[in-house]
């Protein structure tokens, strides 16, 4: 690989690019950006599209519904027809105002703010990786970077799952620029399948006082599936199946006639997927006159350790070990899009910021160790095509 590599070894990460770096971060974070917000996501594309343009590359926008669309980025001028994509989001679990909760800071290594692991960081690594090439007039991608960020990852991808994968179809290999696993920072070479399923239970009501006989309570139905559906439980084969939410009934007088729950499955393998989907669309009643309704599937498919992913992965770490970085691999229990360019193009996923509590008000990133990453984003953007296929 040496040879047939371009390098850039001394990126002067300390200096410059790291208030680039720290610049774009402060104003993506904080321009909040809620889940389902279509005018705050505009904002934010509108920040990232001026300043695409001044790194050479052309921006068009697609229209979302309940999000503000996706921002798909490519060079004005455009030298190969061989490509890779780097993939992100720009919405965050937080709602608006978090901000003046969470500010963004700068202190002691830590930044902090409204999604700036998950994955504002990750954004503004894209960017300063970016602007560490259009810098160097001695380097040029051989294979073309193309950027796609969409704004409703945090809620299924619902409206841009089907444009990742149509654009993954066309790619050589997609760097996903999720926060990395742990506060080590590991590279994310494993995803779990996530499945939603909603169960709706009718029982027949009836006065709890006077005939309860004659009822047929759909809470004490909901009651046995929820032993069942935790039985599915395997933490070995790494299958969790979550019942999160419960409700039903009208009254404490009343035998409920519905109940209703709402239930969280993970999974490694796309064969434990199907195998689960069946055993729990198939669960039934156990009690006559009570009805067993169970609709869902599911939406992100597990990133799996297939032989292309795997020489990604390879890729990536000689090029982290030519830089003095030890890279590791972990496996995630979310799910991200990088499931989805999984299932056509090789897919290394965790590749942005270190830090720590995605999700979570302790939500934070260590600046040095997220910088270091920088240099590794440029050198896996200038490595030739990878012909693994599989
Ligand atoms: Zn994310």
Known sequence: MENATQHIRDIDIKSGYRDYFLNILQKLVETETPPADPASHKALFSILEKELEGLGY?????NGVKSGGQLFAKPKAQKTGCYQLLLGHID??????????MPFRNED????????????????????????????????????PILFLNSDEESG???????IKLLARAMNRVLVLEPSLDPDGKIK?????VGHFDVTIKGVSSHAGIEPEKGRSAILELSYLIQKLHQLNDPENGISVNVGTIDGGISTNVVAPESRASVDV???TKA?????????????????????????GFRRPPLVQNKRNRALWQAAKEVGDQLGLELTEGTSGGGSDGSYTSLFAATLDGLGAVGDGAHSPTERVFL??????????????LLPPLNEQG
């Open 272 to 296: 434990d997927a199907k195998r689960l989907t069946n055993e729990i669309t198939a669960m039934e009643s156990d009690t006559e006159g009570v009805t067993l309704e169970i609709k869902g």
């Open 266 to 268: 993970r999974v490694r």
């Open 92 to 101: 965050t679990v937080w709602p608006t105002d978090t901000l003046q909760k």
């Open 157 to 163: 991808s619902v409206e841009s799952a089907s444009r």
């Open 58 to 62: 052309e921006v068009s926008m697609y």
């Open 368 to 381: 040095n160790e997220t910088l270091q990453r920088i240099p590794l984003i440029v050198n896996l953007l």
């Open 189 to 193: 070479t494993r995803r779990k399948g």
């Open 109 to 144: 290594n830590t930044l902090t703010g409204p999604g700036v692991y998950d994955m504002k960081a990750g954004v503004a690594m894209m960017l300063t990786a970016l602007k560490v090439i259009y810098d160097h007039d001695d380097v040029e991608p051989v294979v073309t």
